[in-house]
């Protein structure tokens, strides 16, 4: 074979590979169509059309219709129709937190199917939690009946910052952790494409995809609870930094944000921040009183961001975010006499609430399963849809 030879290969690659991508992602927009009707829409001719839906066949990604099925009524015999096999692929996603793990599974059209959520043993060391992360992700795979080889990416979100080889760099919160190689530990126990990601990022990129940050190019999320910290999208892209540590403001003391945590984990079972809030949501005034300087102690940190981001909006996440204008009304106040109401953007709280980490970890997946599935090309990731999860409530060994 000569130099120019391969430049011919080359090239006809490069017309399949963009072939192929035509004809799919007009296959995946149209929940019937036939091959008459892609060469109109690709303005590809029927063979090279029926050639490359023959591959996408082969490769488990599109599959025929039964005869009749989504054709309209017309004389004659019914022409062949195709539809793209959603399911034939899974994305999974894995929130790994301190006190519980959950994992989400969702198809190649952004639909989350399944979703279990086991709380995590209060002793459990670091080898025990890579073998909880084991049983957890069989079990949802096994609820769910789908295979572990069909699953195509997976999305694990750590409570610490990591680096784009999924190696553990700092962690508060699961300091056995640093150093470790965490993508090889979770690679050892879950078949796919494995990525490892900070668990607040994940947060954010949810928010931004289908929370109340949809809208906007800038974006702070905050996640507030016993662990408080910050992500950042600009642009519509979520920024890491060089140090892999955009965001983490959560732990200088001049945030204030850093005895969150210690404040929260001392208050009693009986008396924990959810129930403050609830009483505070019927006027009780100890609760009240609390919830207010709770909220106030939030805005230096969070004064911080809005004046260096200067971001559209900012959310509020984190177990807390579901007390909404009880927790905003007084953090809007007090930000009020720190910034110029001209300077100040929207204040929001999630809408997405504690599964916002599983989600980000299901777009996360679901865009790198999208670029490869289209060879890189320009593609939409599909929009994740929530509507027929299903929360299994299977435990651990059972």
């Known amino acids: 074979m000569t130099a120019n030879d391969g430049v011919y290969?080359?090239?006809?690659?490069?017309?399949?590979?963009?072939?192929?991508?035509?004809?799919?992602?007009?296959?995946?927009?149209?929940n019937a169509v036939t091959l008459t009707a892609l060469s109109k829409a690709t303005g590809l001719s029927r063979p090279t059309v029926e050639s490359v839906v023959t591959e996408l066949i082969h490769q488990g990604l599109v599959g025929?219709?039964?005869?009749?099925?989504?054709?309209?009524?017309?004389a004659g015999r019914p022409a062949r129709r195709f539809a793209f096999l959603a399911d034939s692929r899974r994305i999974m996603s894995v929130d790994v937190g301190i006190h519980r793990m959950r994992a989400m599974l969702a198809n190649l059209a952004g639909t989350v199917t399944d979703e279990l959520v086991w709380d995590v043993p209060d002793d459990a060391d670091d080898l025990e939690r890579f073998d909880f992360f084991a049983d957890l992700t069989r079990s949802l795979l096994g609820v769910a009946g789908v295979a572990a080889q069909g699953v195509s990416n997976v999305t694990v979100a750590v409570p610490g910052i990591v680096d784009l080889t999924g190696n553990m760099l700092l962690s508060d919160a699961l300091p056995q952790w640093v150093g470790v190689d965490l993508a090889s530990q979770f690679r050892q126990r879950m078949s796919g494409t494995l990525v490892v990601e900070n668990d607040i990022n994940m947060a954010a990129l949810a928010e931004h995809a289908i929370?109340?940050?949809?809208?906007?190019?800038?974006?702070?999320y905050i996640q507030v609870g016993h662990r408080t910290n910050s992500a950042l999208i600009l642009g519509g892209q979520l920024r890491r930094g060089r140090h892999f540590a955009t965001g983490e403001v959560g732990g200088l003391p001049s945030s204030g944000w850093n005895q969150f945590g210690v404040d929260l984990n001392a208050l009693p079972p009986h008396d924990s921040a959810a129930h403050r809030f609830e009483r505070a949501k019927i006027g009780d005034p100890e609760a009240t009183v609390w919830v207010r300087d709770f909220a106030r102690s939030l805005a230096p940190g969070v004064s911080s961001l809005m004046l260096a981001v200067d971001p559209d909006v900012v959310i509020i996440g984190g177990g807390v975010s579901g007390a909404g204008d009880l927790l905003l009304d007084p953090l809007r106040e007090a930000l009020a006499e720190i910034i110029p109401a001209h300077m100040q953007p929207h204040i929001l709280a999630s809408t997405i609430g504690v599964s916002g980490v599983a989600v980000g970890g299901i777009v996360r997946g679901l865009d790198e399963a999208s670029h490869k599935l289209y060879a890189g090309g320009a593609t939409t990731t599909p929009r994740i849809d929530l509507a027929g999860l299903k929360e299994h409530t299977t435990r651990r060994n059972q």
Do not use: F, M, W, Y
């Open 9 to 30: 290969e080359r090239l006809l690659s490069d017309v399949r590979s963009k072939n192929v991508v035509a004809c799919l992602q007009e296959i995946r927009s149209t």
């Open 211 to 220: 929370g109340a940050a949809r809208l906007a190019s800038d974006v702070t």
């Open 64 to 74: 025929e219709l039964p005869s009749g099925q989504g054709a309209t009524h017309a």
